[in-house]
């Protein structure tokens, strides 16, 4: 397949070799070019009640269908993104399209669509325009802030947070739900738990993972079920895998849970296609 008039040996550097020996080190395209050339995609991972297993949320998880690369995670691009400055602008897009597509599921599936579509916030958005870019969001898809939330990452730094709280409090006074992310993982102080107006919160992966058999695990997860009990909101395993993982949830007091076992991230037309064979909210 290497047509190299020149013969020699750049002629057998196919494939993957060729990809990288023609790219330069990072990426030629910020997201920005992403965004005006159309290039992002939504999944929506469903967030399910154990106990009935019905779909109540959908979480919006971005991707990059780059023109060289293929579909890329967040994760390999996220961290440039936040390097240049550029993800309040990504989390604008996200959502503008998660409540635009949220209206969307509620024309198909009315009554019986999930009641919030849930959408990843980073803290340079949080700090910066985050009510300005949710109000907006809502009044172009006509939808009432009751059903949109937004995930904080357990991330954002305490000044973020503090900073921020007068417009998660204008977001809360709207109806918009707020959900502490990955919990567990970062440093936030537990003062702010009882300080931010929270929904819910979700239990990262990382202790998910060891159940049933992981004492550590049990004992944190436990902990965090109460936690949320205590507060008075709900709580959300995240990366649940098995049917073992459920039945540990269960008997720990967490209701609601998204992973592969209970759904995949997918386009929108696949949730529509899979809402339509499953029980409504
Ligand atoms: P997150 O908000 O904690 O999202 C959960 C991640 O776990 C997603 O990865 C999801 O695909 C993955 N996941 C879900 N179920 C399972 C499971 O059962 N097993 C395993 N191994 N993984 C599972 P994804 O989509 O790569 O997103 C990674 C992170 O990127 C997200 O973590 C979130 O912090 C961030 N992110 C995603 N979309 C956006 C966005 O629109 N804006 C911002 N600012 N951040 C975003
Ligand atoms: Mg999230
Ligand atoms: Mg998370
Ligand atoms: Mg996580």
Known sequence: QAKQTGGGRTAVVTG????????PAKSDRSVLDAIRDDELRLFYQPIVDLRDRRVVGVEALVRWLHPRFGLLQPGRFLADANRAGHVPDLDRWVLDHACADMATLLGRHGDTAPRRVYVNVSAATLALSVDDSVTAALAAAGLPGERLAVEISEDADLGTLSQAMPRLDALRRAGVGLVLDDMGTGSTSLRYLSQLPLQGLKIDRAFVVGLPHNAGDHTVVKLLADLAAGLGISVTAEGVESATQVAALL???????????????QPLDAL?????????R
């Open 16 to 23: 993957v070799g060729a990809e990288l020996a023609m790219r």
């Open 251 to 265: 008997d720990l007091g967490v209701h609601y849970a998204q992973g592969f076992y209970v759904g995949r991230p």
């Open 272 to 280: 529509l296609t899979t809402l339509a064979g499953t029980p409504g």
